[in-house]
């Protein structure tokens, strides 16, 4: 068992990045500032400073890196998958029960960067670097078409945004059963890595 003293920090960490989801969804990525977030998280600012020391720089990266830690945690059910279904399955199920909480974070967190930033280059590798991993499993399955990891790579970042955006109309108009809603799903990853 993790030490008290851990436990509340990892809580407040959450708390703080939680709040600034919330805030992003609610007032858009750029429309917030790092002194909004201790009311939302029921934190003082001192707290978020303690916690990430370059403000809300520090906050979206740590976001991005959970976001995939996430995303990782799914995909270690999938390894042992013998076809592209099985090993998106389980990482569509989890987009399915999340979405309505995390609402496409990596979108949030990249459009809350400065373009052309350092900052923005090093969140795009990041989510580039995921995605390659990704690719280099996916690319041994007997139903992916025969591509260099590169390409896939590229699909897995294309996947991952339509299944979003499919996700998010879900949500503004109710199309599917949660069922039906799920096959359209793979639906869409086989479209993706079989043509």
């Known amino acids: 068992m993790a030490p008290k003293f851990r436990r509340n920090?990892?809580?407040?960490i959450d708390e703080i990045l939680d709040a600034t989801v919330r805030l992003s969804q609610e007032r858009g990525p750029n429309n917030f500032s790092i002194?909004?977030?201790?009311q939302v998280a029921n934190v003082s600012i001192?707290?978020?400073?303690?916690?990430?020391?370059?403000?809300?720089?520090?906050?979206?990266?740590?976001?991005l890196h959970r976001n995939i830690q996430r995303q990782k945690e799914m995909i270690?059910?999938?390894v042992k998958a013998?076809?592209?279904?099985?090993y998106w399955r389980p990482i569509i199920l989890n987009m399915m029960d999340v979405s309505d909480k995390y609402d496409a974070i990596s979108d949030i967190i990249i459009e809350?960067?400065?373009?052309?930033?350092?900052?923005?280059?090093?969140?795009?590798?990041?989510l580039m670097g995921f995605y390659g991993e990704m690719a280099e499993e996916i690319s041994h399955l007997p139903d992916v078409t025969s591509l260099p990891v590169e390409n896939l790579t590229l699909r897995v970042g294309l996947c991952f945004r339509?299944?979003?955006k499919v996700l998010q109309a879900q949500h503004m108009v109710h199309l599917y059963d949660e069922d039906n809603l799920g096959d359209y799903l793979i639906q869409i990853v086989r479209a993706t890595f079989n043509h």
């Open 35 to 38: 002194n909004d977030i201790p």
């Open 76 to 78: 270690e059910k999938s």
């Open 162 to 164: 339509l299944l979003k």
């Open 46 to 63: 001192g707290t978020v400073y303690r916690y990430f020391p370059k403000g809300k720089e520090d906050i979206l990266r740590q976001l």
């Open 112 to 126: 809350a960067a400065p373009p052309d930033s350092e900052f923005y280059r090093e969140l795009g590798a990041d």
């Open 82 to 86: 013998k076809n592209l279904d099985g």
């Open 9 to 12: 920090k990892e809580h407040k």
